[in-house]
């Protein structure tokens, strides 16, 4: 079957270092996505992998192990801003068809 | 910038109604979707349209829910018959292609169903 897991919920310090991981088991695979979903509102892109290793955008970084099934999304220098979900998604191998995990509510602290 | 949009951003109808739910995609963009989320719940997958036609549908896709692109930059989901259960946030998105592409998503349309 089709399934993604994330932890459902993370707390971290303003300034500080989280990561959120993501791991998926797909019938396919062909990209892993992350978005922000702030409550009530619509998702944003915020990286893409599809291949092994690290992409850096910024203060977000995501990284990829397709043998492992396994990505995670790096958020440093947290601002109050980033409280929000974040979700992983795959888009499943050769359709167009994505599949998105439940979401990690991230709440920052000051 | 460029946005998705979608109207209305609420519709209230009743159990067995008819809905459209209408989206505006990016202009230079080819591929569009419909995604829905239940309150509290995951975004799910409803269906990708590219070249005036569906690519692919979700099981969740059934007879119940039709798409449609009518002219050259409006992009609707129909509901049929709509039951209890069809209350959800659904979200339009679109790409300028498939795959690597990022998808932007509208601001979604809340459907409550009575």
């Known amino acids: 079957g089709q399934n993604i897991d994330q932890p459902t919920e993370m707390t971290a310090t303003e300034g500080a270092i989280v990561q959120i991981n993501c791991t998926y088991q797909?019938?396919?695979?062909?990209?892993l996505f992350w978005y922000q979903q702030h409550a009530g509102e619509a998702p944003t892109f915020l990286s893409y992998n599809v291949l092994d290793g690290l992409e850096e955008k910024g203060r977000f970084s995501s990284f990829l192990s397709r043998s492992k099934g396994y990505s995670y999304l790096l958020l440093k220098e947290l601002q109050m801003k980033d409280s929000a979900s974040y979700l992983c998604?795959?888009?499943?191998?050769?359709?167009?068809?994505?599949?998105f995990g439940t979401g990690t509510r991230l709440k920052v602290l000051a | 910038e460029p946005e998705v949009t979608q109207t209305p951003s609420h519709q209230v109808t009743q159990m067995g109604q008819e809905v459209i739910l209408r989206c505006v995609p990016i202009?230079?963009?080819?591929?569009f979707y419909w995604y829905r989320q239940i309150l509290g719940q995951k975004v799910e997958f409803l269906v990708s349209f590219y070249n005036n036609e569906i690519s692919e549908k979700s099981e969740i896709f059934d007879d119940q829910f039709s798409v449609e692109r009518p002219d050259g930059s409006n992009f609707t989901l129909k509901i049929r018959s709509t039951k209890l259960e069809d209350s959800a946030m659904y979200f339009c998105?679109?790409?300028?292609?498939?795959?690597?592409?990022?998808?932007?998503f509208g601001p979604g349309t809340r459907l409550t169903v009575t």
């Open positions: 797909t019938s396919g695979f062909n990209g």
């Open positions: 998604a795959v888009r499943d191998g050769g359709t167009y068809k994505y599949i």
């Open positions: 998105a679109s790409s300028e292609l498939a795959g690597v592409y990022e998808q932007y």
């Open positions: 202009s230079n963009h080819l591929y």
